[in-house]
């Protein structure tokens, strides 16, 4: 198993930045497919970005296209999220995710096929 916890959240600006982090702990970090997603509130739980082992095969939502990036360090067990431009619609709990996938190049981008998540961080916007 592993154990993801966020931080990074808190209030901007309309057109600021955040960064995101998730540590995570357990098992070795490099075998699992990441991910980031979001919930607003009365909103279904939505997949923000994604990325596989090793980094690579990373998707993005097409809302967060240019101004989101995903990466993660597995020197250091982390999965980072640089928000730019942030926007109102942002406006959400943000959660990391972890998927066991069989191959280093997979990377699964719904939320049922993720199967650790952290508690959350709750990023706001203001406009």
């Known amino acids: 198993q592993v154990q993801l916890v966020e931080s990074g959240g808190g209030l901007v600006q309309a057109g600021g930045s955040l960064r995101l982090s998730c540590a995570a702990s357990?098992?070795?970090?490099?075998?699992?497919?990441m991910g980031w997603f979001r919930q607003a509130p009365g909103k279904e739980r939505e997949s923000v970005a994604a990325?596989?082992?090793?980094?690579?095969?990373?998707y993005y939502a097409d809302s967060v296209k240019g101004r989101f990036t995903i990466s993660r360090d597995n020197a250091k067990n982390t999965l980072y999220l640089q928000m730019n431009s942030l926007k109102p619609e942002d406006t959400a709990v943000y959660y990391c995710?972890?998927?066991?996938?069989?191959?280093?190049?997979?990377?699964?981008?719904?939320?049922?096929?993720?199967?650790?998540w952290g508690q959350g961080t709750q990023v706001t916007v203001s406009s």
């Open positions: 995710a972890a998927a066991e996938t069989s191959n280093y190049y997979d990377t699964p981008m719904s939320v049922e096929e993720y199967d650790y």
């Open positions: 357990g098992r070795t970090f490099s075998v699992y497919a």
């Open positions: 990325n596989n082992w090793i980094g690579g095969n990373i």
